[in-house]
C-alpha cells in the first residue's frame, strides 16, 4: 500500500465527555495514548476499572470522509464535531486496519474502525451517525511514541 498522506489537524478532550479541543503538537506514548487526552490519562468513558484498551489510544478520521458526509447528507460536520483525534488528508484509512503506519515519527497499528455510536449524535446533531457510517475513521495503538505535529507526514511503515 502506498500514500502519501498529512496530519491537518490534532484533537483531544481533557475529561471524559469534555470539549473536544484543537492543540498544534502532542505527545504519543506507546500503550498509553495522546498526553493529556482523556484515554491517555486513563479517564475516558469506555475506561473499565482502571485498564487501558488500546483501541481508544487514538483516533484519526479523514478530511475526505468528511466532506463526503457534508456533500451527501447536506450537513456541516467539522473535525471536532467527529470526537476524533486526528484529522487526515491522502490517508486510506480504511485500508490500514491491522497495519502499521507513521505520522511525522509516531509509528501507529490500525486496531478497527471507528464507527460512529448513538453517544457521538446525542453530543452533536441528529444525523451525524448516518452520514458517518463506514467513513468514522480509524482507532489505532501507539506502537512507538514521539511528539505529534499538524503538518507531519503520514507515511505506510
Known amino acids: ?9 490534532i484533537a483531544i478532550a481533557r475529561q471524559a465527555k469534555g470539549n473536544m479541543e484543537n492543540v498544534e503538537a502532542i505527545e ?3 500503550g498509553e495514548g495522546l498526553i493529556g487526552d482523556r484515554y491517555g490519562a486513563g479517564i475516558g468513558a469506555a ?7 488500546p483501541e481508544n489510544e487514538v483516533t484519526l478520521i479523514a478530511r475526505e470522509a468528511i466532506e463526503a458526509a457534508n ?13 476524533r483525534n486526528l484529522l487526515t488528508e ?3 484509512l480504511n485500508e ?3 497495519n502499521t503506519f507513521r505520522v511525522g515519527p509516531v ?8 464507527e460512529p455510536c448513538g453517544y457521538l449524535e446525542r453530543r452533536t446533531y441528529p444525523g451525524i451517525k448516518a ?14 511514541g514521539g511528539e505529534l505535529r499538524v503538518g507531519d507526514a503520514i507515511r505506510p511503515s
Open 28 to 30: 504519543a506514548v506507546a
Open 71 to 83: 456533500d451527501e447528507h447536506n450537513m456541516t460536520i467539522a473535525h471536532l464535531d467527529t470526537r
Open 1 to 9: 500500500m502506498i500514500f502519501d498522506g498529512k496530519l491537518l489537524a
Open 47 to 53: 475506561q473499565f476499572q482502571g485498564r487501558r484498551k
Open 107 to 114: 509509528l501507529l497499528r490500525g486496531l478497527e474502525l471507528c
Open 131 to 144: 452520514a458517518l457510517t463506514h467513513r468514522g475513521g480509524l482507532r489505532c495503538c501507539v506502537v512507538e
Open 96 to 98: 490500514l486496519v491491522m
Open 90 to 92: 491522502d490517508v486510506p
